[in-house]
Protein backbone atom coordinates (compact mmCIF):
# COMPACT_ATOMS: atom_id res chain seq x y z
CA UNK A 1 0.00 0.00 0.00
CA UNK A 2 1.33 3.36 -1.23
CA UNK A 3 2.16 5.32 2.21
CA UNK A 4 -0.01 8.70 2.84
CA UNK A 5 2.16 12.19 2.66
CA UNK A 6 0.89 15.40 4.17
CA UNK A 7 3.13 18.51 3.05
CA UNK A 8 1.74 21.65 4.28
CA UNK A 9 2.37 25.17 2.36
CA UNK A 10 1.87 22.28 -0.56
CA UNK A 11 0.85 24.43 -3.09
CA UNK A 12 3.87 26.54 -3.94
CA UNK A 13 7.44 27.00 -3.90
CA UNK A 14 9.45 23.86 -1.77
CA UNK A 15 6.50 22.22 -0.47
CA UNK A 16 4.44 21.58 -4.21
CA UNK A 17 8.16 20.44 -5.22
CA UNK A 18 7.88 18.17 -2.38
CA UNK A 19 4.77 17.28 -2.94
CA UNK A 20 4.90 16.55 -6.30
CA UNK A 21 8.33 14.87 -5.94
CA UNK A 22 6.46 12.67 -2.98
CA UNK A 23 3.05 11.55 -5.68
CA UNK A 24 5.77 11.19 -8.44
CA UNK A 25 7.55 7.87 -6.44
CA UNK A 26 4.02 6.58 -5.17
CA UNK A 27 3.72 8.29 -2.09
CA UNK A 28 -0.41 9.20 -1.83
CA UNK A 29 -0.03 12.86 -1.44
CA UNK A 30 -2.02 15.48 0.09
CA UNK A 31 -1.36 19.14 -0.28
CA UNK A 32 -2.05 21.53 2.52
CA UNK A 33 -2.41 25.84 2.21
CA UNK A 34 -3.71 28.82 3.74
CA UNK A 35 -4.94 32.02 2.25
CA UNK A 36 -3.92 31.21 -1.21
CA UNK A 37 -7.01 29.43 -2.57
CA UNK A 38 -6.17 30.81 -6.57
CA UNK A 39 -2.54 29.57 -5.89
CA UNK A 40 -3.80 26.02 -4.49
CA UNK A 41 -6.56 25.66 -7.84
CA UNK A 42 -3.60 26.24 -10.26
CA UNK A 43 -1.26 23.24 -8.59
CA UNK A 44 -4.61 20.84 -8.15
CA UNK A 45 -5.65 21.47 -11.99
CA UNK A 46 -1.74 20.99 -12.98
CA UNK A 47 -1.02 18.44 -10.59
CA UNK A 48 -4.09 16.49 -9.65
CA UNK A 49 -3.02 16.44 -6.24
CA UNK A 50 -5.79 16.95 -3.29
CA UNK A 51 -5.14 20.55 -1.37
CA UNK A 52 -6.72 21.14 1.73
CA UNK A 53 -6.99 24.73 3.49
CA UNK A 54 -6.11 25.26 7.01
CA UNK A 55 -3.99 27.44 9.28
CA UNK A 56 -1.14 25.87 11.10
CA UNK A 57 -0.71 28.13 13.47
CA UNK A 58 -4.72 27.28 14.68
CA UNK A 59 -4.33 24.03 17.08
CA UNK A 60 -8.03 23.24 16.55
CA UNK A 61 -8.15 23.60 12.90
CA UNK A 62 -4.88 21.17 12.33
CA UNK A 63 -6.70 18.78 14.84
CA UNK A 64 -9.91 18.89 12.56
CA UNK A 65 -7.77 19.24 9.14
CA UNK A 66 -5.55 16.00 9.75
CA UNK A 67 -9.04 14.08 10.85
CA UNK A 68 -10.26 15.07 7.95
CA UNK A 69 -7.62 13.73 5.69
CA UNK A 70 -7.33 10.37 7.31
CA UNK A 71 -10.66 9.82 6.84
CA UNK A 72 -10.47 10.79 2.95
CA UNK A 73 -7.16 9.25 2.63
CA UNK A 74 -6.07 7.39 5.25
CA UNK A 75 -3.36 7.39 8.37
CA UNK A 76 -0.67 10.30 7.43
CA UNK A 77 2.58 8.00 8.22
CA UNK A 78 4.36 11.48 6.41
CA UNK A 79 4.23 14.70 7.72
CA UNK A 80 6.35 17.48 6.03
CA UNK A 81 6.20 20.68 8.00
CA UNK A 82 6.67 23.19 5.50
CA UNK A 83 4.53 25.97 5.86
CA UNK A 84 6.08 29.17 6.64
CA UNK A 85 6.14 33.45 6.33
CA UNK A 86 8.40 36.38 6.84
CA UNK A 87 7.46 39.44 8.60
CA UNK A 88 11.20 40.64 8.47
CA UNK A 89 12.11 43.82 10.11
CA UNK A 90 15.12 44.81 12.88
CA UNK A 91 14.23 44.74 15.74
CA UNK A 92 14.35 47.89 17.00
CA UNK A 93 10.53 48.30 14.26
CA UNK A 94 9.69 45.05 14.54
CA UNK A 95 6.33 45.11 16.04
CA UNK A 96 4.78 42.25 18.13
CA UNK A 97 2.27 41.11 16.07
CA UNK A 98 5.50 40.53 13.31
CA UNK A 99 7.51 38.53 16.18
CA UNK A 100 4.16 36.41 17.20
CA UNK A 101 2.61 35.48 13.15
CA UNK A 102 6.18 34.03 12.63
CA UNK A 103 6.56 32.78 15.84
CA UNK A 104 3.12 31.06 15.48
CA UNK A 105 3.28 30.08 11.86
CA UNK A 106 6.69 28.98 11.82
CA UNK A 107 7.26 26.88 15.03
CA UNK A 108 3.98 26.57 16.30
CA UNK A 109 2.49 25.23 12.84
CA UNK A 110 4.92 22.54 13.74
CA UNK A 111 3.84 21.58 17.29
CA UNK A 112 0.25 21.85 15.96
CA UNK A 113 0.45 19.81 13.10
CA UNK A 114 2.72 16.93 14.74
CA UNK A 115 0.59 16.89 17.78
CA UNK A 116 -2.06 15.60 15.42
CA UNK A 117 -0.60 13.36 13.75
CA UNK A 118 2.11 11.54 16.41
CA UNK A 119 -0.74 9.57 18.12
CA UNK A 120 -1.64 7.70 15.42
CA UNK A 121 2.04 7.01 14.11
CA UNK A 122 3.14 6.14 17.95
CA UNK A 123 0.10 3.30 17.57
CA UNK A 124 0.99 2.52 13.77
CA UNK A 125 4.82 2.12 14.99
CA UNK A 126 5.44 3.93 11.94
CA UNK A 127 5.93 7.75 11.26
CA UNK A 128 8.50 9.78 8.97
CA UNK A 129 8.54 13.92 9.94
CA UNK A 130 10.10 16.20 8.53
CA UNK A 131 10.58 20.29 9.67
CA UNK A 132 11.93 22.57 7.22
CA UNK A 133 13.89 25.29 9.25
CA UNK A 134 16.42 27.43 7.46
CA UNK A 135 19.60 28.30 7.05
CA UNK A 136 18.88 31.76 8.93
CA UNK A 137 18.15 29.44 12.00
CA UNK A 138 21.95 27.99 12.35
CA UNK A 139 23.39 31.35 10.67
CA UNK A 140 21.19 34.55 11.64
CA UNK A 141 20.24 36.74 9.81
CA UNK A 142 19.79 40.32 9.78
CA UNK A 143 16.09 41.66 9.53
CA UNK A 144 14.78 38.08 11.18
CA UNK A 145 14.85 38.12 14.90
CA UNK A 146 11.58 36.54 14.72
CA UNK A 147 12.53 34.20 11.17
CA UNK A 148 15.58 33.24 12.73
CA UNK A 149 14.70 32.52 16.35
CA UNK A 150 11.46 29.93 14.98
CA UNK A 151 13.36 28.18 12.51
CA UNK A 152 16.13 27.90 15.03
CA UNK A 153 13.45 26.97 17.62
CA UNK A 154 11.96 24.32 14.64
CA UNK A 155 15.94 22.26 15.22
CA UNK A 156 15.15 22.10 18.70
CA UNK A 157 11.74 20.67 18.62
CA UNK A 158 12.62 18.19 15.74
CA UNK A 159 15.71 17.16 18.26
CA UNK A 160 13.64 16.59 20.95
CA UNK A 161 10.83 14.87 19.31
CA UNK A 162 13.58 12.44 17.42
CA UNK A 163 14.43 11.18 20.84
CA UNK A 164 10.39 10.56 21.82
CA UNK A 165 9.86 8.97 18.22
CA UNK A 166 12.87 6.60 18.13
CA UNK A 167 11.48 3.34 20.23
CA UNK A 168 8.69 3.83 17.83
CA UNK A 169 10.21 4.12 14.33
CA UNK A 170 9.17 7.33 14.09
CA UNK A 171 11.47 9.29 12.84
CA UNK A 172 11.89 13.10 12.98
CA UNK A 173 14.49 15.30 10.80
CA UNK A 174 14.88 18.89 9.84
CA UNK A 175 15.78 20.63 6.98
CA UNK A 176 17.81 23.56 6.78
CA UNK A 177 17.83 25.20 2.93
CA UNK A 178 19.54 28.18 1.91
CA UNK A 179 18.26 31.09 -0.55
CA UNK A 180 15.79 29.32 -3.06
CA UNK A 181 14.16 30.15 -5.82
CA UNK A 182 10.39 30.72 -4.34
CA UNK A 183 7.89 33.89 -3.90
CA UNK A 184 9.50 34.30 -0.05
CA UNK A 185 13.00 34.82 -1.88
CA UNK A 186 11.99 36.68 -4.41
CA UNK A 187 10.67 38.93 -2.01
CA UNK A 188 13.42 40.18 -0.41
CA UNK A 189 14.42 44.01 -1.79
CA UNK A 190 16.74 43.29 -5.37
CA UNK A 191 19.90 44.64 -3.91
CA UNK A 192 20.37 43.01 -0.71
CA UNK A 193 19.34 39.51 -2.91
CA UNK A 194 22.09 40.35 -4.73
CA UNK A 195 24.34 40.69 -2.12
CA UNK A 196 23.15 37.16 -0.39
CA UNK A 197 23.73 35.56 -3.83
CA UNK A 198 27.03 36.74 -3.60
CA UNK A 199 27.32 35.03 -0.44
CA UNK A 200 26.60 31.79 -1.54
CA UNK A 201 29.34 29.21 -2.72
CA UNK A 202 27.70 27.92 -5.85
CA UNK A 203 27.10 31.60 -7.17
CA UNK A 204 23.10 30.66 -7.18
CA UNK A 205 19.30 30.71 -5.59
CA UNK A 206 18.69 26.81 -5.14
CA UNK A 207 16.07 25.30 -7.13
CA UNK A 208 13.09 23.94 -5.20
CA UNK A 209 13.78 20.13 -6.51
CA UNK A 210 17.00 20.53 -4.60
CA UNK A 211 15.21 21.05 -1.09
CA UNK A 212 12.88 18.50 -2.31
CA UNK A 213 15.01 15.93 -2.84
CA UNK A 214 16.04 15.79 0.58
CA UNK A 215 12.86 15.65 2.13
CA UNK A 216 12.36 12.41 -0.32
CA UNK A 217 15.14 10.72 1.17
CA UNK A 218 14.26 11.25 4.75
CA UNK A 219 11.06 9.78 4.44
CA UNK A 220 12.09 6.69 2.87
CA UNK A 221 11.42 3.61 4.66
CA UNK A 222 14.85 2.43 4.55
CA UNK A 223 15.90 6.04 6.25
CA UNK A 224 14.87 4.39 9.58
CA UNK A 225 18.58 5.50 11.33
CA UNK A 226 18.42 8.74 10.74
CA UNK A 227 16.60 10.79 12.89
CA UNK A 228 17.59 13.92 14.82
CA UNK A 229 19.22 15.38 11.88
CA UNK A 230 19.59 18.74 10.16
CA UNK A 231 20.53 18.34 6.48
CA UNK A 232 21.89 22.02 5.45
CA UNK A 233 20.96 22.04 1.82
CA UNK A 234 22.13 25.70 0.82
CA UNK A 235 25.11 25.98 -1.77
CA UNK A 236 27.85 26.03 0.86
CA UNK A 237 26.47 29.42 2.38
CA UNK A 238 27.04 28.09 6.05
CA UNK A 239 28.84 25.11 7.04
CA UNK A 240 27.52 24.13 10.50
N1 LIG B 1 24.26 43.31 7.61
C1 LIG B 1 24.66 44.46 8.22
N2 LIG B 1 24.05 45.63 8.00
C2 LIG B 1 23.03 45.66 7.15
C3 LIG B 1 22.60 44.49 6.49
C4 LIG B 1 23.26 43.30 6.75
N3 LIG B 1 22.90 42.14 6.16
N4 LIG B 1 21.55 44.83 5.72
C5 LIG B 1 21.33 46.16 5.89
N5 LIG B 1 22.25 46.66 6.74
C6 LIG B 1 22.38 48.04 7.18
C7 LIG B 1 22.14 48.99 6.04
O1 LIG B 1 23.35 49.19 5.33
C8 LIG B 1 21.67 50.24 6.75
O2 LIG B 1 22.78 50.88 7.32
P1 LIG B 1 22.76 52.44 7.67
O3 LIG B 1 21.64 52.64 8.67
O4 LIG B 1 24.11 52.70 8.22
O5 LIG B 1 22.49 53.13 6.37
C9 LIG B 1 20.83 49.70 7.91
O6 LIG B 1 21.33 48.35 8.11
C10 LIG B 1 19.36 49.68 7.57
O7 LIG B 1 19.15 48.77 6.46
P2 LIG B 1 17.89 48.81 5.60
O8 LIG B 1 17.74 50.13 4.91
O9 LIG B 1 17.85 47.58 4.75
O10 LIG B 1 16.72 48.73 6.71
P3 LIG B 1 15.24 48.60 6.42
O11 LIG B 1 14.54 48.83 7.72
O12 LIG B 1 14.80 49.39 5.24
O13 LIG B 1 15.11 47.05 5.97
C11 LIG B 1 15.13 44.72 6.18
C12 LIG B 1 15.45 46.02 6.87
C13 LIG B 1 13.63 44.67 5.83
C14 LIG B 1 15.40 43.63 7.17
C15 LIG B 1 15.95 44.56 4.91
O14 LIG B 1 17.31 44.75 5.23
C16 LIG B 1 15.80 43.18 4.29
O15 LIG B 1 14.80 42.89 3.64
N6 LIG B 1 16.78 42.29 4.46
C17 LIG B 1 16.73 40.93 3.94
C18 LIG B 1 16.38 39.98 5.02
C19 LIG B 1 16.44 38.58 4.46
O16 LIG B 1 17.48 38.08 4.03
N7 LIG B 1 15.33 37.88 4.47
C20 LIG B 1 15.29 36.55 3.96
C21 LIG B 1 13.92 36.28 3.45
S1 LIG B 1 13.85 34.74 2.56
C22 LIG B 1 13.97 33.60 3.76
O17 LIG B 1 13.97 33.86 4.91
C23 LIG B 1 14.03 32.16 3.29
C24 LIG B 1 15.11 31.43 3.95
O18 LIG B 1 14.84 30.61 4.81
C25 LIG B 1 16.50 31.63 3.53
Same mark, same amino acid.
Request: with cysteine; aromatic share 8%; proline share 3%.
Given at each position: ?????????????????????????????????????????????????????????????????????? &????????????????????????????????????????????????????????????????????????????????????????????????? &?????????????????????????????????????????????????????????????????????????
Amino acid at each position: MARTALVTGGVSGIGAATAKMLRDAGYTVIANFFGNADEADSFHAATGIPAREWNVADYEACRKGVEAVE &REFGPVDVLVNNAGITRDSTLHKMTPEQWREVIDVDLGGCFNMCRSVIEGMRERRFGRIVNISSVNGLSGQFGQTNYAAAKAGVIGFTKALALEGAS &RNITVNAIAPGYTDTGMVQAVPEKTLEAIVTGVPVGRLGEPDEIARGVLFLVDDKSAFITGATLSINGGKYLA
